[in-house]
């Protein structure tokens, strides 16, 4: 796992930005797994910069993202189809029938399946942009006594119902169910981008550098096992 520290969270942006921009560079057919929440915000605004200034381009590009809400409509401004399209799709010249995001209308299995289809038909990713939560959590996989290894349908723990509630009216309205890659998904990409800023991810980075076990529930401690993982945090994320 190679650490890239940052002063704040706009330089790990820029840095994280470089690292996916130099591999564009490389691959413009990129295949590319995306990830949601404000973290990985800083690194679609590079993106989309780059884009407009003809450094990198999409046309070529394809992505799956980790994870959604189940039961919201996919133009509702908190479903994170809305997200991905309102953070970066509708900015950068990428053909919209190669995005996919999972989705299910209710809490059924059969939606987590029909994912499963399209991540394999899809193939392994090129990159994956993750986030750590302050718990560990990797997508929607929380900490437990077992991880899902293929997409499945989660009951979101009081926690993250909690965290999520500042992007709802109220938390009555945050769902409570999500459809989710598992682990194995989420880690199935030749090169993982993996973002922690701020003071409330400390513990989490912490954890994850320091403690040498792979544990169920600290699920970002899976990492370990990836051999190519980049890990780019702020300063308060690294010194608390």
């Known amino acids: 796992m190679r650490v890239i520290v940052a002063k704040d969270y706009d330089e790990m942006s820029r840095k994280a930005a470089d690292l996916v921009i130099s591999l564009m560079q490389e691959k413009p057919q990129l ?5 949601t929440g404000s973290t990985p915000e800083g690194l679609y605004k590079n993106l989309i910069k780059a ?3 003809g450094e990198i ?3 070529y590009a394809s992505s799956v993202n ?3 809400y189940v039961g919201i409509d996919k133009q509702n401004d908190q479903s994170y189809q809305y997200f991905m399209n309102d953070r970066l799709f509708d900015h950068v010249d990428i ?5 996919h995001l999972p989705f299910a209308p209710e809490a059924d299995e059969k939606y987590a399946k029909e994912y499963d289809e399209l991540l394999d038909n899809f193939g392994p990713r090129d990159i994956q942009v993750l986030g750590i939560g302050p718990n560990g959590h990797v997508a929607f996989n929380e900490p437990d006594e077992k991880l899902n290894q293929r997409t499945s349908i989660i009951k979101l723990t009081d926690e993250t119902i909690k965290a999520n509630s500042r992007f709802f009216d109220s938390e009555d309205e945050v769902p409570k169910y999500a459809v989710s890659m598992g682990m194995g998904d989420a880690f199935n990409a030749k090169t993982l981008v993996v973002m922690a800023s701020g003071k409330n991810k400390h513990d989490a980075v912490k954890r994850l550098l320091e403690e040498d076990t792979i544990y169920p529930q600290f699920p970002a ?3 370990k096992l990836h051999p190519n993982v980049y890990l ?4 308060e994320a690294y010194n608390g």
Do not use: C, M
Request: charged share 40%; proline share 0%; hydrophobic share 35%.
């Open 57 to 59: 381009n999409f046309k």
């Open 95 to 99: 053909d919209k029938s190669k995005t």
């Open 31 to 35: 295949k590319f797994g995306l990830a």
């Open 232 to 235: 780019f945090v702020d300063e």
């Open 221 to 223: 401690s899976f990492l």
């Open 51 to 53: 884009n407009k200034e």
């Open 66 to 68: 980790l994870d959604e």
